[in-house]
């Protein structure tokens, strides 16, 4: 305890920024405990189930199969199926070790930075604008890459750090750098960007030949081991795993060179601000009133590039003008770095992703704590004050926008919880043959307004497999591949006796159950309701569909049909009159309260309507309440949806329980503004039995 007294005392100045930083990182990141997994995560877990299931044999060669242009990533795995082995599905302890995480890169940044500048505050400013920065946020929220990102990161500054104190004399650092960013590489391939920065530090300062040779030959050795390790899956006789890039075509070609002539700049400028900042006038001057620039893509690209370049003629000018050199080049360099693994991407990067810009924001705060520690060396008190303040500014402007971000993810996070929350609350087990199937009233996620999903950013299918594995304990074929994991899947699969599927297609569901005649107790149904954020167990009513799509119908004989409508209900007999060309049309616009009622000769045993927008585009925001009455006073709702636009082909299929009744309502719940409901064909369909 004295020991530990009598370093705190000696060193209460770096004791103190630490605890600082601590604190700093604590507040900023409060709420995000609160936030919820976003996509890659149920991926994840469901490849962790399959991974656990196999023999140990099977297990080493298939968490260690790689390639040469894909993920290598073991101990980023390995630790992350540890935390799932402790938490499941909790997410509260994953973030929480992610701030933890972040806050031992924040401190180990200042070390780095106090290294190189050897003044305090300059390093705790510095630090405290890597604490904060809302650019890089994805490495620290997104619990789908959090422990790679920041735990390569963490061993990468730390074996720089142990490279710095062997310069110093103490030599046995030297072999703590080299183990250090081996484990930096073991948890994601971005410590490359560390490895190069070694190599030049080794080229510059060392100048002993044989200091020099001895540091290659090491880096060597530790670049071989990593390399045997990357291959080591060949021993277990397991493929390697399919290249993350494309091919290398025209179009590949096309993309590297506008990255490399771009990417350099858009990190200078990225890491210095945040996306929010450049997007932010790009939308405006999208909307700009005399309308000479409308594509905000290229506003965003030229916006980015501008920053970028300004920066580094700011940061060239103060090499000239006696900036520290060695910690400027060093920030440079990892901005720039940061930038190789983008150019394998067979895309052209617009905004980069801030998940990529972790190490790039440690080469920003080099370089502005360079900034400070020159102007705190001059006499001016207004230089000094001037340098001070406008970092304290940038912090600010980041803190801010990282708070905005998070608590805009905890309020996504709250939804997609309840939503699940929901589903498992109403029905805690599974029935050994489930099929779920969901509606929702919108799209997502820059989907076709046709895809309406609910708000998860990966196949929900999937996400429920993941959700109920604890207490069901589905066979591992279901995890083995991508089954229901893109967003936009679908699908049913079988393994050793239990069945599994999810569908958002009525008609895809209704065929499978009658092709293989499953019992309509293994369905599970739930509807999304986008104005309230909620999900609504129609079970029941889904059910009710699927009887009323098995039984045998006949189409009732429009003779015997009556109609009338709210509005215009002179003309309705139009919707009946067996023209597809001609049509009823309410005269109003389909946001406003309408309906339009069939009377039937006689009772009769109802299982469908079918309404025929034929080619109406303007009719893909109608939904539908449908009411069956055997009085015409008393009725009873058979069918609701907020939104239901027809198929390709313009008809509409609504199906229910099949009811005796003599009159039929079906009100229009659609949302336009402008366009008014039309019915061009309308068929009731009976019982034939």
Known sequence: MKVILDLIRRNK?????????????????????????????????????????????????????????????????????EMYLLWGVNAKPYFITSIILHIATTVAVYFLIFLLLKKKLPAFLGALFFA??????????????????????????????????????????????????????????????????????????????????????????????????????????????????????????NSLLYNLATVGEKLFALSLTSQQFIRAPSQYLSTFPLGWVEDMTFLEEFYAIGIGLIVCMIVFAGLKK???????????????????????????????????????????????????????????????????????????????????????????????????????EDYPRLPLKSLFYTESDTSFYGLAPTERILPFQSGFGQTLLVLYQSNEKFPRGFFDGEFLWDIKDEGFAEFDNRSFGYFRDFNS?????????????????????????????????????????????????????????????????MAIDGDRKSAWDSKLPYNRPQYFEVGLSRAMTIAQITIDTYNNVNQNQVGFVVSLSSDGKTWKDVFYAKRYPPDENGYINIYFKPQLARFIKIEQKGNHAYANWVIHDLKIYEKSN
């Open 13 to 81: 100045i770096h004791f103190l920024a630490g605890f600082l930083l601590v604190i700093s990182v604590a507040w900023t990141f409060r709420n995000l405990p609160n936030a919820y997994f976003e996509q890659d995560e149920w991926h994840s877990f469901g490849h962790y189930i399959y991974l656990l299931s196999l023999p140990p044999f099977e297990f080493l060669g298939n968490a260690l199969s790689s390639g040469v242009l894909t993920h290598f990533t073991p101990l980023s795995l390995f630790s992350k199926m």
């Open 132 to 253: 904060v920065n809302s650019s890089h946020h994805q490495a620290v929220t997104w619990l789908g890459t959090f422990e790679g990102a920041e735990g390569s990161t963490f061993f990468g500054v730390l074996s720089l750090i142990f490279f710095f104190l062997s310069l110093e004399g103490k030599k046995r650092f030297f072999t703590f750098s080299i183990l250090s960013l081996f484990v930096a590489l073991l948890f994601k391939e971005t410590a490359f960007v560390f490895f190069f920065l070694m190599l030049g530090l080794i080229l510059f300062p060392l100048r002993s030949l044989k200091k020099r040779s001895q540091s290659f030959f090491a880096l060597g050795v530790m670049l071989g081991v990593y390399v045997v390790a990357r291959f080591s899956y060949l021993i277990f006789g397991v493929g390697s795993r399919p290249s993350a890039v494309g091919d290398l075509n025209q179009g590949f070609l």
């Open 322 to 424: 006696g900036l520290p050199k060695k910690p400027i080049l060093v920030g440079s360099f990892f901005v720039l770095l940061t930038g190789l693994p983008l150019f394998l991407l067979n895309k052209k990067l617009i905004l980069i992703d801030s998940r990529f810009l972790y190490t790039a924001t440690i080469g920003m705060s080099i370089i502005l704590a360079s900034f400070v520690s020159f102007f705190l060396e001059k006499k001016s008190i207004f230089e000094k004050g001037y340098a001070i303040l406008l970092i304290v500014l940038l912090i600010v402007m980041q803190g801010t926008a990282l708070v905005k971000v998070i608590d805009n993810l905890v309020q996504i996070g709250k939804e997609r919880q309840a939503i699940l929350t929901r589903i498992k």
């Open 509 to 573: 569901l209704a065929k499978l159950v009658q092709d293989k005649k499953l019992s309509l107790e293994s369905i599970i149904s739930f509807k999304f309701d986008s104005s309230q954020g909620n999900v609504q167990d129609i079970t029941g009513e889904v059910r009710g569909r699927l009887e009323g799509y098995l039984v045998s119908k006949r189409v009732v004989d429009k003779t015997v049909l009556v109609v009338s409508a709210s509005n215009n209900s002179e003309d309705a007999w």
